[in-house]
C-alpha cells in the first residue's frame, strides 16, 4: 500500500503544484511524511507515465499527467481499485468513498475519464462527490466507474 499512497500523492502533488524536477518533488513528499529518495521518485513518474510540459503560468517545464499513455491509464485504475471502497449515486451525485487520505487523489484521477454532464468534483479526505446535470448522467457515470474498478 505504500508505493501506492505515494504515487497517489504524486499526483496530487503535480495537480496542485507546479514541480519541474525531481528533488522538488522529494520535498514536497518529505514534507508530507512520505520518506523517499530521488530513485524512488524517478522510478513512481516512469511507471505512471509522468512527462514535463510548458506551464503558461512561468514558462518553465512542469511534470503533468500523459493522458494518452496507456501504462499511465492502467496505473490510474490500479489506483483506483486500490483506494476505492464504495460507490454510489444519490439523485444526480455519484458519491466516492476512498481509504482515508486518498479522496484528492482519486478525484483528480475521476477527472482524467472525462465523464460527460460533469458539473464538478470535490473531495474532503476519504469522500469524493461528483455532481452531474441529471440523475440519468450519474447513474452512467456510476456504471462506467464500477466497471473500471471491478475490470
Known amino acids: 500500500m505504500a508505493r501506492s499512497a505515494r504515487q497517489s500523492k504524486i499526483l496530487e502533488i503535480i495537480s496542485t503544484y507546479e514541480v519541474d524536477t525531481q528533488e522538488d518533488l522529494v520535498l514536497k513528499l518529505r514534507e508530507l511524511n512520505f520518506d523517499v529518495t530521488q530513485a524512488t521518485v524517478s522510478r513512481d513518474i516512469k511507471e505512471l507515465g509522468l512527462i514535463k510540459i510548458l506551464s503558461n503560468e512561468t514558462g518553465k517545464y512542469k511534470y503533468a499527467f500523459a493522458d494518452t499513455n496507456s501504462q499511465a491509464s492502467n496505473k490510474y485504475i490500479f489506483l483506483l481499485k486500490e483506494a476505492v471502497i464504495s460507490l454510489k449515486t444519490i439523485k444526480n451525485f455519484v458519491i466516492v468513498r476512498t481509504l482515508k487520505g486518498m479522496a484528492s487523489s482519486i478525484c483528480s484521477i475521476i477527472d482524467k475519464f472525462n465523464l460527460e454532464d460533469v458539473m464538478g468534483c470535490v473531495n474532503g479526505d476519504d469522500t469524493v462527490m461528483i455532481i452531474f446535470s441529471n440523475n ?16
Open 136 to 151: 440519468e448522467e450519474s447513474e452512467y457515470a456510476l456504471n462506467r466507474l464500477e466497471n473500471i474498478i471491478n475490470s
